[in-house]
């Protein structure tokens, strides 16, 4: 992990802010919707490096993040149904969501096909 000139704390390589860190307190959870949670495997495992993708309600792309090494994930995103896909080494799995102002955490399970 590195800092950057803002204060952000990104996962090093890459210029996705590290999944695993806190959410920062400037954050206002009254008027801002975090989509988070865990990515793990059939056996329950988490699973590390998996890109996790935030669908909108028709399906479209909108944003891509990395998993953690303890497959957490997060995006900030508006209120609405989304739908997170999972892509890893241990296999694919979707998971959806009606997320609303404040924290929504999501479990995504991958297997294989």
């Not at 590195?2 to 210029?15: M, P, Y």
């Not at 959870?29 to 329950?44: H, Q």
């Amino acid at each position: 992990m590195t800092s950057t000139a803002t204060g952000a704390v990104t996962a090093d390589g890459c210029a996705a802010p590290d999944q695993s860190a806190p959410i920062p307190l400037s954050v206002d959870l009254t008027r801002e919707t975090v989509i988070t949670g865990v990515v793990s495997s059939a056996e329950g495992e988490p699973v590390g490096g998996a890109y996790v993708r935030l669908l909108d309600a028709s399906g479209e792309f909108t944003a891509e993040v990395v998993t953690s090494p303890a497959g957490q994930f997060r995006f900030f995103a508006a209120p609405g149904s989304w739908t997170l896909r999972a892509l890893s080494r241990a296999g694919n799995g979707d998971a959806s969501v009606s997320a609303d102002r404040g924290v929504n955490e999501v479990a995504v399970r991958v297997s294989a096909a």
